[in-house]
DNA sequence: AATATAGTTCAAATGTTTTTGAACTATGTA
DNA sequence: TACATAGTTCAAAAACATTTGAACTATATT
């Protein structure tokens, strides 16, 4: 922390997470449907490699995008819209 | 452009010029203000220098966050908060 | 004219993010 | 038991972002 209170950091995270064209897509694909999608079925959509699908969710599960449990082998991700509320439609209000 | 819109670009753009502690700090002081303020001073403020100033603005502005216009030898800096609207205030809405 | 101030540009150095493949854990299926 | 499938972790490589100082342009002040 050089100056920066803990709110900065979250905010941070959250652009930083959305500040790429792979997971803004995740973002979107995930809004459409509406329901839960497994790493997997998502990593095929986005034409990713299954590394690069886990790393892509990490950053999104650690700014709070997405929400994820495993059922079995499968690890189920769903969009969590009141992060996005929280830091972009209510982005004046955080300020 | 492999596959994403020209709206996806300028989106793009938008969350990585948020997507820095100094820029979103720029913002903030900007919004706080409500008035014009000169590069220069921002620098002072934020303490960094020219250069590094002069590269966050550039950034800053091609994201449309942020309008520019000189007088004499001084930039001066104004925030654009309909960018801020049409990409964060109403996310949901531009996906 | 000489000097100072505001900002830009450039290339090099440094730092951070993303991709890759191999090796791994855990679960499911024959 | 053997093999397949879903996902993670690791370290190296590649790509990208940021900072730095020096040299520059343009305007202002003495």
């Known amino acids: 922390m ?8 979250a905010e941070i995270k959250v652009f930083k997470a959305l500040a790429d064209p792979i997971r803004l897509e995740i ?4 809004n459409q449907l ?8 998502i ?8 590394t690069s699908g886990s790393y892509h ?6 700014a709070g995008l997405i929400t994820t449990h495993k059922v079995a082998r499968e690890k189920y991700v769903s969009l ?5 509320d929280q830091y972009l439609t209510h982005f004046w209000q955080n300020l």
């Open 43 to 50: 990593g095929q959509v986005m034409h990713i490699s299954k």
């Open 57 to 62: 969710f990490k950053i999104l599960q650690e």
């Open 27 to 30: 973002i979107r694909y995930l």
């Open 2 to 9: 050089t100056q920066q209170t803990q709110t900065t950091e």
């Open 34 to 41: 509406d329901h839960e999608v497994s790493c997997g079925e």
């Open 80 to 84: 969590d819209r009141s992060t996005v």
